[in-house]
Structure formats: C-alpha cells, structure tokens
C-alpha cells in the first residue's frame, strides 16, 4: 500500500553537508506522516525527525540546529537536509511512513530499504 524509495547516502568529511530524498508512493492509503530514523553499528534505532501531514516537524536534541526535514508540496517526497556532519552521525538512515485508509484511524507503519550515511573525521 506505501512505497518508501531513498536516495542521497554517501561518504562526506566532518563539517559536510549531504540531502537525503524519501518518496513515498500510496495508492489508496493516506499518509499521516514520514521520518528519518538512524541506526549506528550497534545501536538502536533512533528518531531524527518527523514531519506530519500538516508540516509540523520535531527533531532530536541531537540534530536540532543542523538538520532540516522538509516535504515537497502534494508530493509526499521528504528531504532531510543534512548540515554540519558529525562522524556521530554516521548510520544506515531510514525512511518511515504512517499510513493508513482514508476512511479509517487505522495506521499501519512502512519502512525503506535504508541508505549509509558515513562522515569521517
């Protein structure tokens, strides 16, 4: 029911910038809202940001100031704008979606393949 393809992973040196793309295609689903999880080698998954259907973002602590989540218009193409790279940032990067029917509350949760972010020191 929702399609997550993403793009813009790569290697970048501390201080760097790099954008990731998440498109998000749903044929009768409605998207509530999308975001960029991270995991590093041995760590959780955490939250970086979320951007609802209304365009209201949160953020972690931890990338407030330096990262940037957008949404392009009708489209349900989600940017995160990555600035002032950090090797702790450094991670597989996920997109994740909240979909559900247009008729109902029911929400189901949809994941990407995932992309490397890497920055060195």
């Known amino acids: 029911q929702v399609q997550l393809v993403e793009s813009g992973g790569g290697l970048v040196q501390a201080g760097g910038s790099l954008r990731l793309s998440c498109a998000a295609s749903?044929?009768?689903?409605?998207?509530?809202?999308i975001a960029w999880y991270r995991q590093a080698p041995g760590e959780q998954r955490e939250l970086v940001a979320i951007?609802?259907?209304?365009?209201?973002?949160n953020y972690a602590d931890s990338v407030k100031g330096r990262f940037t989540i957008s949404r392009e218009g009708a489209k349900n193409t989600v940017y995160l704008q990555m600035n002032s790279l950090k090797p702790e940032d450094t991670g597989v990067y996920y997109c994740?979606?909240?979909?559900?029917?247009?008729?109902?509350?029911?929400?189901?949760?949809?994941w990407g393949q995932g992309t490397q972010v890497t920055v060195s020191s």
């Open positions: 951007i609802s259907s209304t365009g209201s973002t």
């Open positions: 994740y979606a909240k979909a559900g029917p247009k008729t109902s509350s029911t929400e189901f949760q949809y």
């Open positions: 749903a044929s009768t689903f409605s998207i509530n809202a």
